[in-house]
């Protein structure tokens, strides 16, 4: 991994060149909570003081950026006897600035479904490898938990990563486009003053973390299958889907097709689901193999911490709790993980 180090100053003309011929998406304020909290987005931006890079958290994940929540696959037009099929991928370059290390790595995982060698999805990999990905480090967001799935720290899936050391950034290179976008401003090699300083400010983020206790959690759930834990927390669940949809690593989508009332045009629509919806394992017959929500919130969780880490070796969820603060009926990870672990204890 190669270092820089750029002065705030030095950093704000970078973004200014990066403004001037590319899209620029990055963590915008929209509002402000009932609480009083600043809301977030990711955005596109037409200035540098639009862009909010002290966010503590974005409502909705990068993902939907790569993954939208509805896009046509195709577009059918049918003329007499003969047809045609336009299918578009982005190829025009754009910038998302200031994801934090769980979303960068929510996107890892989803390379490993989504761009991997059995079923990639070119419209998926398109936006991928057109996306310059700068990252950057943050202290922990209320009620995350990404220490503990391994998601605080990121050391690949980016461009360029900043660590905010008060006047001046240091900057992890990951990348030869990161590398030559660094050449258009005064980049400097670290000192070891640079180096100690980025040392103390990751201590620091790493020391306000409070662990939750995730230590044999894929076999806890093996032997926990039948619990009433299940039954109490899903007798709260509403099956929303909010949950998935502000979720940076659910991938589950449908597909429909549609043809215009001429006979004309038709499309393949392709849009996200969630697992917590009623109908999501129903059948031809008027069958459903999860018909009722205590199973639906159980496969949920083994999906993300006993499915994906069978699969690839590690849990699907970044820990980021969007799901816990999106949820009407305060359904959380942690909770959860902490009823199945006490649940037999006196």
Same mark, same amino acid.
């Given at each position: ?108 995982? @989803?390379?490993?479904?989504?761009? #991997? &060698? *059995? %079923? ?6 398109? !936006?991928?490898? $057109? ?28 461009? @360029?990563?900043?660590?905010?050391? #008060? &006047? *001046? %950034? ?6 030869? !486009?990161?590398? $030559? ?166």
């Amino acid at each position: 991994m190669l270092f820089r180090v750029l002065s705030k100053k030095e950093f704000r003309k970078f973004v200014g060149l990066l403004l001037a011929d590319t899209e620029v998406i990055a963590p915008k304020q929209i509002g402000v909570s009932t609480d009083g909290k600043p809301i977030h987005q990711y955005l596109p931006v037409q200035a540098f003081g639009e862009i909010d890079l002290e966010y503590e958290t974005t409502e909705y994940p990068a993902k939907t950026y790569f993954l939208p929540y509805r896009e046509n696959l195709s577009i059918c037009s049918f003329d007499e006897d003969d047809w045609t099929r336009e299918i578009h991928y982005r190829l025009q370059p754009r910038v998302l600035l200031g994801l934090h290390a769980c979303d960068i790595n929510a996107l890892l995982k @989803l390379d490993k479904v989504l761009a #991997g &060698d *059995r %079923y990639p999805s070119p419209y998926y990999i398109s !936006r991928r490898r $057109n996306t310059f990905i700068i990252g950057i480090d943050h202290d922990p967001c209320e009620g995350g938990f990404c220490q503990s799935v391994g998601a605080d720290v990121v050391t690949h899936g980016f461009d @360029l990563y900043l660590t905010d050391l #008060g &006047d *001046r %950034y240091f900057i992890a290179i990951n990348s030869d !486009r990161g590398f $030559n976008a660094l050449k258009l401003v005064a980049a400097k090699e670290p000192t070891k003053r640079d180096n100690n300083d980025y040392l103390k400010v990751r201590s620091r983020i790493a020391s306000q973390f409070e662990p939750l206790e995730m230590h044999n959690l894929p076999n806890l759930l093996d032997i926990e299958f039948e619990s009433d834990v299940w039954k109490r927390w899903s007798e709260k669940c509403m099956s929303c889907g909010s949950c998935s949809m502000v979720c940076p690593t659910c991938y589950c989508y449908g597909t429909t097709e549609r043809i215009s009332m001429n006979n004309e045009q038709g499309a393949k629509i392709k849009q996200l689901y969630s697992c917590n919806f009623l109908d999501f394992a129903a059948v031809a017959g008027g069958h459903n193999f999860r018909a009722d929500r205590e199973t639906r919130l159980k496969y949920r969780y083994y999906h993300q911490h006993r499915g994906f880490m069978e699969a690839y070796e590690e849990p699907l969820c970044v820990g980021c709790y969007r799901c816990g603060r999106a949820c009407l009926a305060g359904i959380n990870p942690p909770d959860i993980i902490r009823d199945l672990q006490t649940e037999h204890q006196e």
